[in-house]
């Protein structure tokens, strides 16, 4: 069983900064990719950034040159730097993972975090 835990999520005003993390821990054996996701309220879920265990990023276009997503592969472990925030980065955001399982039959996982709310506004 794998576990994600988000934190970081807050209130800034415009032009502010927020750096969100994500733990995943329990029954993990590797981690091949994780990344964050946002809905906002009457909106679609999006993805934000991803990143491979390897190093390889991905970004959505409207937070490119702001946001820089990073991870700690010993500790399992992805953050989400965001600079220059705007209030249409107000959303919730879920942290994501997947993987293979340490349990026994090694089974391949794709985990969701519970949601932080990331609030820009004046």
């Known amino acids: 069983q794998v576990q994600l835990v988000e934190s970081g999520g807050g209130s800034v005003q415009p032009g502010g900064s927020l750096r969100l993390s994500c733990a995943a821990s329990?029954?993990?054996?590797?981690?091949?990719?994780m990344g964050w996701y946002r809905q906002a309220p009457g909106e679609q879920r999006e993805l934000v950034a991803t990143?491979?265990?390897?190093?390889?990023?991905n970004y959505v276009d409207s937070v490119k040159g702001r946001f820089t997503i990073s991870s700690d592969n010993a500790k399992n472990t992805v953050y989400l730097q965001m600079n220059s925030l705007k209030p249409e980065d107000t959303a919730v955001y879920y942290c994501?993972?997947?993987?293979?399982?340490?349990?026994?039959?090694?089974?391949?996982?794709?985990?969701w975090g519970q949601g932080t709310q990331v609030t820009v506004s004046s």
């Open positions: 994501n993972a997947e993987g293979r399982s340490s349990e026994w039959a090694r089974a391949l996982f794709n985990g």
């Open positions: 329990g029954t993990i054996f590797s981690i091949h990719k």
């Open positions: 990143i491979t265990r390897g190093g390889s990023t």
